[in-house]
């Protein structure tokens, strides 16, 4: 192998290697076990995380709102409204504080039952009321 050779085989697989930790750098973070679903509504759109998405499992949820102009929306809480619409049944809404712009998480979630759900969060900063439904797949 000529000088040459290896100086540029060294050069592209640290290329590789700088491509492949940016790659991982750029992928959202998701914690082991979570589950995430994104919907959008006139105004904002909503990435709602899950951990785990698992019925009659306490679960940790982070909704994050994002404003038209694609960048955190802040608000002082928002309103969860889980339902499954073909069962005509839902547990009590929820209240999410903000914890940092456009932040909302809820802790100890329990939705008794496997099936589809549908996620209803309710942004209101400055009185603009916006409602996006979020379809959620729950395993059992
Ligand atoms: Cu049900």
């Known amino acids: 192998m000529t000088t040459r050779t290896s100086r540029l085989i060294i050069v592209s697989s640290g290329v590789m290697l700088i491509v492949a930790g940016l790659i991982l750098l750029m992928r959202p973070f998701t914690p082991v076990g979570a589950a995430t679903?994104?919907?959008?509504?006139?105004?904002?759109?909503?990435?709602?995380t899950m951990t785990p998405a698992r019925a009659a499992t306490p679960g940790s949820w982070l909704i994050?709102?994002?404003?038209s102009d694609g960048r955190p929306a802040h608000a002082k809480a928002v309103r969860v409204e889980p339902v499954m619409p073909q069962m005509g049944h839902a547990i009590a809404?929820?209240?999410?504080?903000e914890s940092g712009t456009g932040r909302f998480p809820?802790?100890?979630?329990?939705?008794?039952m496997p099936g589809q759900w549908?996620?209803?969060v309710t942004i209101d900063p400055a009185g603009a009321a916006d409602r996006v439904v979020i379809p959620v797949l729950i395993t059992g």
């Open 106 to 112: 809820l802790a100890g979630v329990v939705l008794p």
């Open 64 to 67: 994050r709102v994002n404003g």
């Open 37 to 48: 679903f994104d919907a959008a509504g006139a105004r904002h759109a909503v990435h709602l």
């Open 118 to 120: 549908q996620i209803t």
């Open 93 to 97: 809404p929820l209240t999410a504080t």
